[in-house]
């Protein structure tokens, strides 16, 4: 249960959070219908369950999207299994995870028996990523942008920074969805050894669908397609790609999911600030905040789900990563939040 310290860290989601009676600030799934037409594709996908799954459409749907070759394109089942093919990938001498990022990339490197090598980002001065401090023999770094739990969208200039010869740059871009304009992406690129993950996940409100990708050097994605099960990518998934990538009104909405988060989330950061609580400036569509040692399991008491943060390597038990809901949710969060905690001074992030 989400009240109880978590068994494997690593492995903590927010999914773990949630419960009966409980307002649900831990999972960041947009908060409202799936389009009509995403619906209908996936409606249909269901007279294709009589044969095996082909990701051939949505790796076409996929690379149009981003301007890229199809050979550039990996479709997965979600971003996690993704990680894992990573981690499988090749016996790597000195795999980085710069942190505080979502967890699974460094526990799926554990799982195939690698010693992970920790980077961390600092509330200090933001939690920006300086390429410097990345080990000059790494020869696989994994980073998120923007960044789970901390919402920091790191420029492009510095994740190029971060490549080497003979090193994977690995981007998780599972939140670029919901960033107007997707700056910053490096989906579109051609760069050698660099591939960027994405999910559907969250942005469509489709989490047991399982979908997701990869996109970038085409050598590396020949690999970890060679490395992935067969069929691995159900017929909805495929759909759910192919509708999402071409159909004509996914980019306005998804557009439009966008800006709508930003609004959310400013009422959000606004509330926050005004209880004089500490919280990053955020991108994505959640907000690390610090409500002090216990705040946590306050909130949970309040009958509000938010997720712990201290599960994640460089933070503690005084952080919580709250989603960005619709106002009437954020209001009562923050109503919940004077009730259970002290103003804190804030920091310069």
């Known amino acids: 249960p989400g009240g109880t310290p978590a068994r494997d860290p690593l492995r903590h989601h927010g999914d773990a959070e949630t419960g009966d009676g409980l307002l649900d600030l831990a999972v960041n799934v947009y908060a409202g219908p799936r389009p009509a037409w995403l619906d209908r594709a996936?409606?249909?996908?269901?007279?294709?369950?009589a044969a095996y799954p082909d990701p051939g459409p949505a790796r076409t749907a996929i690379a149009r999207r981003h301007g890229r070759?199809?050979?550039?394109?990996?479709?997965?089942?979600?971003?996690?299994?993704?990680?894992?093919?990573?981690a499988r990938l090749r016996p790597w001498r000195r795999p980085v995870v710069v942190h505080p990022q979502f967890t699974e990339p460094h526990?799926?490197?554990e799982q195939a028996g690698h010693r992970v090598t920790p980077v961390l980002c600092t509330a200090g001065d933001g939690f920006a990523?300086?390429?410097?401090?990345?080990?000059?023999?790494?020869?696989?770094?994994?980073?998120?942008?923007?960044?789970?739990?901390?919402?920091?969208?790191?420029?492009?200039?510095?994740?190029?920074?971060?490549?080497?010869?003979?090193?994977?740059?690995v981007v998780d871009e599972a939140f670029m969805d919901a960033v107007p304009g997707e700056p910053e992406s490096l989906a579109g690129a051609e760069l050698e050894g660099v591939v960027v993950l994405r999910s559907l996940t969250k942005h469509w409100s489709i989490p047991g669908i399982r979908a997701g990708y990869v996109v970038g050097d085409p050598a590396v994605v020949r690999e970890l397609a060679r490395g992935q099960t067969p069929w691995s990518v159900s017929a909805p998934?495929?759909?759910a790609m192919v509708a999402c990538a071409a159909d004509p009104r996914a980019?306005?909405?998804a557009a439009e999911r966008a800006r709508t988060l930003e609004g959310w989330r400013a009422l959000l950061e606004g509330g926050l600030r005004r209880a004089g609580l500490e919280s990053v400036p955020s991108r994505a569509p959640f907000v690390l905040a610090r409500v002090g040692e216990g705040g946590h399991a306050r909130l949970r008491a309040s009958g509000i789900a938010v997720r712990r943060a201290d599960t994640f390597p460089g933070l503690d038990a005084a952080w919580v990563r709250v989603a960005v809901r619709p106002p009437e949710a954020t209001a009562r969060f923050l109503a919940a939040l004077e009730t259970i905690t002290e103003p804190s001074t804030p920091a310069r992030v």
Do not use: Q, Y
């Open 107 to 109: 526990a799926a490197l």
């Open 237 to 239: 998934a495929v759909a």
């Open 42 to 49: 996936l409606h249909a996908s269901l007279a294709d369950a």
């Open 129 to 169: 990523i300086h390429p410097e401090a990345v080990p000059e023999d790494a020869d696989l770094v994994v980073v998120g942008n923007p960044t789970n739990p901390t919402g920091v969208l790191h420029p492009v200039e510095v994740l190029r920074a971060l490549r080497r010869p003979g090193r994977l740059l």
């Open 69 to 86: 070759g199809p050979d550039g394109v990996l479709p997965t089942a979600g971003a996690a299994e993704a990680f894992t093919l990573l």
């Open 251 to 253: 980019a306005a909405e």
